[in-house]
């Protein structure tokens, strides 16, 4: 199964596994700076994105499936989806201002909504910050669940 792995500091990992421990421990090889403590685990239900070789030699995503992206977006980016939303609602500009040039005034927009969207980005990252704190000791729960069953 594809798992997809929401991290504190903003980050998701997406991950095929048997199981979500399995999940969370393929994660921990990419997880090892501050911050990247896992607060979510699901299931992914479709996963399609294409690669493409870069100049410096590694692969970039250039291009995801739309489902893909919006299941994502969906769940584990809820505040930044509706910025996107949000953003993509608003006009690049009211009403035209004769006295400003055209392409002034859709630079004006365009940095507006980017700002929209710029602050669903902030938020998103602050908004499991707190569950971070909360991971280690639902860890250090689970992992003493685990031996105290092994023991029986």
């Known amino acids: 199964m594809v798992y997809v792995l929401r991290l504190a500091n903003g980050d998701s990992i997406i991950t095929k596994a048997r199981d979500v421990r399995e999940a969370r421990d393929l994660a921990g090889c990419l997880a090892k700076e501050a911050g990247d403590v896992v607060v979510a685990v ?5 996963f399609c994105i294409r690669l493409s070789p870069a100049d ?7 291009q995801w499936d739309d489902a893909t992206l919006d299941d994502i977006l969906k769940h584990e980016y809820p505040v930044l989806d509706d910025a996107i939303r949000s953003a993509n609602k608003m006009p690049l ?17 365009y940095k507006e909504n980017t700002e929209v969207i710029r602050e669903g980005i902030r938020q998103e990252q602050q908004r499991l910050a ?9 860890e ?8 105290k069953m092994a023991h029986k």
């Open 130 to 138: 707190s569950a971070a704190h909360a991971e280690p000791v639902a």
């Open 42 to 46: 699901r299931p992914l239900p479709r």
């Open 140 to 147: 250090a729960v689970r992992v003493a669940q685990t031996a």
């Open 93 to 109: 500009f009211s009403s035209p201002s004769p006295g400003k040039p055209v392409f002034e005034q859709l630079r004006d927009g």
């Open 56 to 62: 410096s030699g590694t692969l970039d995503i250039s």
